[in-house]
């Protein structure tokens, strides 16, 4: 099946500073989404982006789907980015559309 | 705002109990998710629903069975709670056109 790989696995960060998470997939993918779960458990959406770039805020994600790797911007970070980024890549499995996710890069921004 | 609630944050069963976890989204969405979340093997999908009273298997759907009578509403059941379901478990769900994933605030399980 697809490979998800995610680097850094772990990164720590003075507020302040900025940062580059990458996300590389193993073959093609119908779309990619990029999540961050915070420190309570809970999966926050970031982006949706198959191609192209988006930008929200201090936020901002590239996927080059021709290339296979997407990448995820952090500016300025701040504590309450701290937590889990993942990535997930969709695919086509058994006739449906499913998500798989990477092993997520673990963040955390020190004041 | 999508929003996707769970009827639970915090869980804690028996052995052997029946246990229902509830999912509820507000945005009319066809697909609806349930994962457990384990650490060192990631986010693993249980079961799916692409329509009301329909149902798919995903990657681990052993030990338990789901229902969906309502668009809105996905229940995951564990028929008989053991200890190996002490997870972090949670629900998604999104359009059927677009499977842009929105997900709830999770439940985390304890079974003793």
């Known amino acids: 099946g697809i490979q998800v790989e995610q680097s850094p696995p772990d990164l720590i960060l003075q507020e302040g500073a900025n940062s580059t998470l990458r996300c590389n997939f193993s073959?093609?993918?119908?779309?990619l989404q990029w999540f961050h779960q915070n420190p309570w458990g809970q999966l926050i959406n970031l982006f949706y982006i198959p191609s192209g770039t988006k930008q929200n805020g201090r936020l901002s994600a590239t996927t080059v789907a021709t290339e296979r790797y997407s990448l995820l911007y952090i500016s300025s970070s701040q504590t309450t980015d701290s937590g889990v980024y993942f990535c997930?890549?969709?695919?086509?499995?058994?006739?449906?559309?499913?998500?798989?996710f990477g092993a997520g890069t673990r963040l955390a921004v020190h004041p | 705002d999508v929003k996707v609630t769970q009827s639970s944050r915090y869980l804690v069963k028996r052995t052997g109990e029946k246990v229902f976890l509830e999912c509820v989204q507000d945005m009319d969405h066809e697909n609806m998710f349930w994962y457990r979340q384990d650490p060192g093997l990631g986010l693993r999908l249980i079961y799916f629903s692409y329509d009301v009273k329909m149902k798919e298997k995903g990657d681990i759907p052993e030990g338990y069975s789901v229902s969906r009578e309502k668009k809105e509403r996905f229940s995951l059941i564990l028929e008989s709670a053991s200890t190996n379901q002490t997870s972090m478990y949670l629900c998604?769900?999104?359009?059927?056109?677009?499977?842009?994933?929105?997900f709830g605030p999770g439940t985390r399980l304890t079974v003793t």
């Open positions: 073959d093609s993918v119908n779309n």
């Open positions: 997930a890549v969709e695919r086509v499995s058994g006739g449906y559309n499913k998500l798989i």
């Open positions: 998604a769900s999104s359009w059927k056109q677009v499977n842009e994933q929105y």
